[in-house]
């Protein structure tokens, strides 16, 4: 079931980029990107919105003009066309996993790789820097290194490149 989400969402995403990419380049793609991300990390930190995106007891016009009233002005028309889109297919609670989907999307043009890394104590810039380099020589990408500290681990550094 996750890996249909996943490719559900991957759809979606590949659509809004091409539309975005169509309405002016990569400055469009990325101003998307930065709005889409805002509008996920409401999602996610508002369980009360994220259930209302995704529950099947609210009629998809009810959400629709509650959604237009909301985000009308403060996203642009292209991501809220894309929104309602999505919320009139019914896929209201992916729209977290589409943003994901997308960021990728927008990370691989630009040649870049998220990478998560655990370790048990905090890393100084320094390391930071040094991991990111290293990560980055060998996969031949720019690492975007986002550190976690993990206490359980003993030692070492747990690393997970992309979305895998």
Same mark, same amino acid.
Request: aromatic share 6%; proline share 2%.
């Given at each position: ?12 995403a590949e659509s809004l980029f091409e539309l975005a990419e169509a309405a002016g380049g990569m400055s469009v ?15 996610? /930190?508002?369980?009360?919105? +994220? ?10 016009? +009810? ?5 237009? %009233?909301?985000?009308?002005? %403060? ?14 297919? %019914? ?5 977290? +996993?589409?943003? /994901? ?41 720019? /690492? ?9 681990? =003993? ?5 997970? =490149?992309?979305? +895998?």
């Amino acid at each position: 079931m996750q890996q249909q989400l996943n490719n559900v969402a991957r759809v979606y995403a590949e659509s809004l980029f091409e539309l975005a990419e169509a309405a002016g380049g990569m400055s469009v793609v990325q101003d998307i990107g930065a709005q889409f991300a805002g509008f996920a990390e409401i999602i996610r /930190a508002d369980r009360t919105f +994220s259930e209302f995106l995704r529950t099947p007891t609210v009629d998809t016009g +009810s959400r629709e003009e509650t959604l237009k %009233r909301a985000l009308t002005g %403060r996203i642009s028309d292209l991501l809220l066309r894309f929104v309602l889109i999505v919320n009139r297919k %019914r896929r209201g609670g992916a729209l977290v +996993s589409i943003e /994901a989907a997308y960021d990728a999307l927008v990370q691989e043009r630009l040649g870049k790789v998220e990478v998560d890394v655990w370790t048990a104590g905090p890393l100084s810039p320094d390391a930071v820097r040094a991991i990111q380099a290293r990560v980055s020589a060998a996969i031949g990408k720019d /690492a975007v290194l986002h550190a976690y500290t993990e206490p359980a681990m =003993i030692g070492g550094i747990k690393l997970r =490149i992309g979305d +895998s």
